[in-house]
């Protein structure tokens, strides 16, 4: 299975976490979806961002049952040529034993254009990064997912997952 995963900061020291499992790159709809909460999560820090991030994968992580083949991380695994992001840690975590690809909405500075993709009419890239698997074969992944727009839909769909607040009206 494949799992993307996605993070969303609460106040109180609060972050819901969410992750979509599929088997196939051109699934439509989860297999499943796993959310949970995590308490006590520490502040942001400039150029640390996966010493808050990290914690809440590896708690949503803890909920899945099944053997990953992928992960898909809502950020960077590498930020430009050889700083560790987000995916990179991750991979060390697991023991480099599942590899990691990073999409990112956002340029970073030391990105070069080697990790541009372009989906469906958008003129603005997401940025690929990984790590456990080749590059240019993440890209085309990513690229082939399903989804006629920007992002793949399944991506959108961890995303407002792990926004959704019993409250909102979606």
Same mark, same amino acid.
């Given at each position: 299975m494949i799992l993307a995963i996605d993070v969303d900061y609460r106040e109180n020291h609060q972050a819901h976490v969410a992750g979509v499992l599929f088997e196939s790159w051109q699934d439509s709809q989860p297999k499943k979806i796993i959310t !949970?909460?995590?308490?006590d999560v520490?502040?942001?820090q400039s150029g640390q961002f996966y010493k808050r991030e990290l914690p809440c994968i590896l708690a949503l992580l803890k909920k899945v049952d099944t053997e990953l083949s992928c992960i898909v991380v809502d950020g960077y695994v590498f930020l430009g040529a050889s700083k560790k992001g987000?995916?990179?840690y991750l991979y060390? !975590?697991?023991d480099r034993e599942i590899p990691i690809i990073g999409v990112a909405k956002s340029p970073f500075r030391d990105i070069s254009a080697e990790s541009f993709i372009y989906r469906g009419e958008s003129k603005k890239p997401l940025y690929i990064t990984s790590v456990g698997i080749e590059l240019d074969d993440a890209k085309e992944l990513i690229k082939g997912m399903y989804g006629k727009f920007r992002i793949p839909f399944l991506l959108k769909e961890v995303d407002r997952i792990c926004r959704y607040r019993p409250n909102d009206k979606t």
């Amino acid at each position: 299975m494949i799992l993307a995963i996605d993070v969303d900061y609460r106040e109180n020291h609060q972050a819901h976490v969410a992750g979509v499992l599929f088997e196939s790159w051109q699934d439509s709809q989860p297999k499943k979806i796993i959310t !949970t909460t995590v308490e006590d999560v520490d502040e942001y820090q400039s150029g640390q961002f996966y010493k808050r991030e990290l914690p809440c994968i590896l708690a949503l992580l803890k909920k899945v049952d099944t053997e990953l083949s992928c992960i898909v991380v809502d950020g960077y695994v590498f930020l430009g040529a050889s700083k560790k992001g987000l995916g990179a840690y991750l991979y060390e !975590t697991l023991d480099r034993e599942i590899p990691i690809i990073g999409v990112a909405k956002s340029p970073f500075r030391d990105i070069s254009a080697e990790s541009f993709i372009y989906r469906g009419e958008s003129k603005k890239p997401l940025y690929i990064t990984s790590v456990g698997i080749e590059l240019d074969d993440a890209k085309e992944l990513i690229k082939g997912m399903y989804g006629k727009f920007r992002i793949p839909f399944l991506l959108k769909e961890v995303d407002r997952i792990c926004r959704y607040r019993p409250n909102d009206k979606t």
